[in-house]
């Protein structure tokens, strides 16, 4: 069964830094578009970022130039960096596996980021 375990978040204060981690088990991690999903609470669940197995990212502009997705196939991980973070960052982050060829999709439990002084 596939597993995603995020990890790396917490309570920051305004203008700091996170970095979250996604590590993924079970699964040919070269082979899934690896993303980061958010959700406040009373919003639905929104994209922030993704990176294609040949590393091409794209992220949501209410993120762009603050958040930076990366991965390491080696370690199966996949990263979201956030700088500069705000009040409004404060969420649920999501990691969510999606393979590239096939309809399959998994998402992981979620780790809680809270941003406030």
């Known amino acids: 069964q596939v597993q995603l375990i995020e990890s790396g978040g917490g309570l920051v204060q305004p203008g700091g830094s996170l970095r979250l981690s996604c590590a993924a088990s079970?699964?040919?991690?070269?082979?899934?578009?690896m993303g980061w999903y958010r959700q406040a609470p009373g919003k639905q669940r929104e994209w922030v970022a993704t990176v294609t197995s040949a590393s091409v990212t794209n992220d949501a502009d209410s993120v762009k130039g603050r958040f930076t997705i990366s991965r390491d196939n080696a370690k199966n991980t996949v990263y979201l960096q956030m700088n500069s973070l705000k009040p409004e960052d404060t969420a649920v982050y999501y990691c969510?596996?999606?393979?590239?060829?096939?309809?399959?999709?998994?998402w992981g439990p979620g780790t809680q980021v809270t941003v406030s002084s």
């Open positions: 079970r699964i040919f991690f070269s082979m899934y578009t």
């Open positions: 969510k596996a999606m393979h590239e060829v096939k309809l399959a999709s998994y």
